[in-house]
C-alpha cells in the first residue's frame, strides 16, 4: 500500500485507501458472558471457546462485521505461547462467522490492581465491577516492568501484524481514564495521563517496529476537540501516533456529528470505537445513520448480558431511577439465551448492515 513506510506511521492517503478497502465496519466490544474481564476471558482455565462461538454467532445474527476484543499483559506472563494459541483460535472463531478482531492492548479503566488466577464475583448491581487495568498501577509505576511490557508488545503484534483475521491495533484504551471511570474528575485524569504518556509513545513505537499491515490508533474520548491546541498532551500523543483516528461517544446525535466533524479536520479516517448508552440518548437508532453518513466505524458497547453487568448504568448506585433502569439496559443487546432486549433494535441492525451491503 501507498504511503506506508515500514516502522513509521501511515500517512493520511495510505490510510484513506486502507480505510476505503473495508467494509462499514458495524461491531461490538466483545466479552463473552461468562466472564467478568479480560483475564477470565482469556486465561487458559476459563477460556471457553464454545460460549465465544455462540455469542460471536448472534453478533454475525445482526449484521455485525467486527468486534473489539482487549487483551492484557498479565497474559504473558501466564505462558505466552498458550495465550497466543487462544488467541489464534479465537481469529478462528470470529473469522469463521465473518467477523475481523480489533485487539486492545492496554486499558487504564476500572482496578488498578489485577492479578492472575481465579476472578471475583461480580458486585450485585454494579457495572463492570471486575474490570482490570492493564498494566497494573504497580507495573505502570515501575519502570524495570516496562521491559516485560515491551515483550508483551512486540510479541503480539509479531504473531499477528501480518494477519488478515485482525482488522487494527487498540494501542491503549482510555490512557488517562482511572479506577472511577465515571467520575471523569479532572485532576485525578491528569495525573493519570503524565504517568502513561511515555509508555503510551513507547507502545506505539514497539508495534509499529513489528511492521504490522494493520493500522494502530488509540481513541479519544472526553473534552474539547474543535481545534488542536484544545486537545491534552495525551489527546495529542494518541491522535500524533495513530493511522486512524479513533474515538468514543456516548452523547446524542446531534453531539457524535459534531465531534465527527471536528475529528475529519484530521484528515484520516475515523471509528468510534465505544457508543451506544440507551438512557444516554446514544442508541442504535440514532447513533448508525449518522455514522454512515459521515463513513465512520463504528463498535458499540456490549454483546450479551453477563458478568460484566454492562447492561447497569456506570453511576447505578447513585440513581434514583434504578429499578427503571434495570427495565431499560445501559448496554447490551441479548440476553445469555439469546433473546433480544429489544426486538426493534435488533431488526434495526439487520436492516441497516443490509442496506450497507446491498449499496456495496
Not at 82 to 100: N, P, Q, T, W, Y
Not at 287 to 314: N, R, S
Amino acid at each position: 500500500m501507498s504511503g506506508i513506510v515500514m516502522g513509521e506511521r501511515w500517512t493520511p492517503e495510505a490510510a484513506h485507501a486502507w480505510f476505503k478497502a473495508q467494509p462499514w465496519l458495524v461491531g461490538c466490544n466483545f466479552t463473552p458472558s461468562n466472564a467478568i474481564n479480560q483475564l477470565e476471558m482469556w486465561q487458559g482455565s476459563t477460556f471457553d471457546l464454545a460460549t465465544i462461538d455462540r455469542e460471536l454467532a448472534l453478533a454475525a445474527s445482526v449484521g455485525m462485521n467486527s468486534v473489539r476484543v482487549y487483551l492484557h499483559d498479565l497474559l504473558w506472563l501466564e505462558g505466552s505461547e498458550d495465550f497466543l494459541s487462544r488467541v489464534d483460535a479465537f481469529l478462528s472463531v470470529a473469522d469463521g462467522h465473518g467477523i475481523r478482531t480489533m485487539l486492545v492492548l492496554f486499558d487504564s479503566c476500572w482496578h488498578p490492581e489485577p492479578s492472575l488466577g481465579p476472578q471475583p464475583q461480580p458486585r450485585e448491581g454494579v457495572h463492570n465491577s471486575g474490570w482490570v487495568q492493564s498494566p497494573g498501577i504497580r507495573a505502570l509505576e515501575n519502570i524495570g516492568e516496562h521491559g516485560r511490557l515491551e515483550e508483551y508488545v512486540r510479541g503480539v503484534v509479531s504473531r499477528f501484524g501480518q494477519d488478515p483475521r485482525v482488522i487494527a491495533w487498540d494501542i491503549w484504551n482510555e490512557p488517562d481514564n482511572g479506577p472511577e471511570v465515571a467520575l471523569c474528575d479532572p485532576v485525578a485524569l491528569k495525573a493519570k495521563a503524565d504517568l502513561v504518556v511515555p509508555l503510551l509513545v513507547a507502545a506505539f513505537g514497539w508495534a509499529r517496529e513489528m511492521n504490522p499491515v494493520q493500522p494502530l490508533t488509540s481513541g479519544i474520548w472526553l473534552g474539547d476537540w474543535s481545534a488542536p491546541d484544545l486537545l491534552s498532551p495525551i489527546q495529542r500523543a494518541q491522535t500524533g501516533n495513530s493511522d486512524i483516528i479513533s474515538f468514543h461517544n456516548y452523547g446524542i446525535a446531534e453531539d457524535f456529528a459534531q465531534r465527527v466533524k471536528w475529528l475529519k479536520a484530521m484528515g484520516r479516517p475515523l471509528l468510534c470505537t465505544e457508543y451506544m448508552a440507551r438512557p444516554a440518548g446514544s442508541t442504535f437508532q440514532s447513533i448508525l445513520p449518522v455514522a454512515k453518513e459521515h463513513d465512520v466505524g463504528t463498535f458499540c458497547w456490549g454483546l450479551v448480558k453477563g458478568k460484566t453487568q454492562t447492561h447497569l448504568p456506570w453511576d447505578k448506585w447513585e440513581n434514583p431511577n434504578l429499578e427503571g433502569l434495570r427495565e431499560r439496559w445501559f448496554h447490551d443487546i441479548f440476553h445469555e439465551d439469546g433473546t433480544p432486549h429489544d426486538e426493534d433494535e435488533v431488526e434495526f441492525l439487520r436492516l441497516i448492515s443490509q442496506l450497507d451491503r446491498i449499496a456495496a
